[in-house]
């Protein structure tokens, strides 16, 4: 079984940065895609980025230049560099993983993380 925890989650000022973590226990990270995934309080839950098993990457166009997803497979960890934040940002946080291919649909993950909070202040 597959767990993942995400950490790296706070308060930030517009503009700012954050550095979220994924870390993947109960399997090696090396034969899974990865995303992340964001939820705002009363909109639904939205793509932000997603990494294969080869580390191609995609994100959404929301933050593209702004965002960047990477992962360490010798860590069992990805990672989620966020710059330039704003406010609409601000949302609970999810890591997902699925065997190999990274994809935006979040129905096509297997395992979730709990979530890390997010807010960036205006």
């Known amino acids: 079984q597959v767990q993942l925890a995400e950490s790296g989650g706070g308060l930030v000022q517009a503009g700012g940065s954050l550095r979220l973590s994924c870390v993947v226990s109960?399997?090696?990270?090396?034969?899974?895609?990865v995303g992340w995934f964001r939820q705002a309080p009363g909109k639904e839950r939205e793509f932000v980025a997603t990494?294969?098993?080869?580390?191609?990457?995609y994100y959404a166009d929301s933050v593209k230049g702004r965002f960047t997803i990477s992962r360490d497979n010798a860590k069992n960890t990805v990672s989620l560099e966020m710059n330039r934040l704003k406010p609409e940002d601000t949302a609970i946080y999810y890591c997902?993983?699925?065997?190999?291919?990274?994809?935006?649909?979040?129905?096509?993950?297997?395992?979730w993380g709990q979530g890390t909070q997010v807010t960036v202040s205006s």
């Open positions: 997902a993983a699925k065997s190999y291919t990274g994809s935006s649909y979040a129905p096509e993950y297997d395992f």
């Open positions: 109960g399997r090696t990270l090396r034969a899974y895609g």
């Open positions: 990494i294969s098993w080869t580390g191609a990457t």
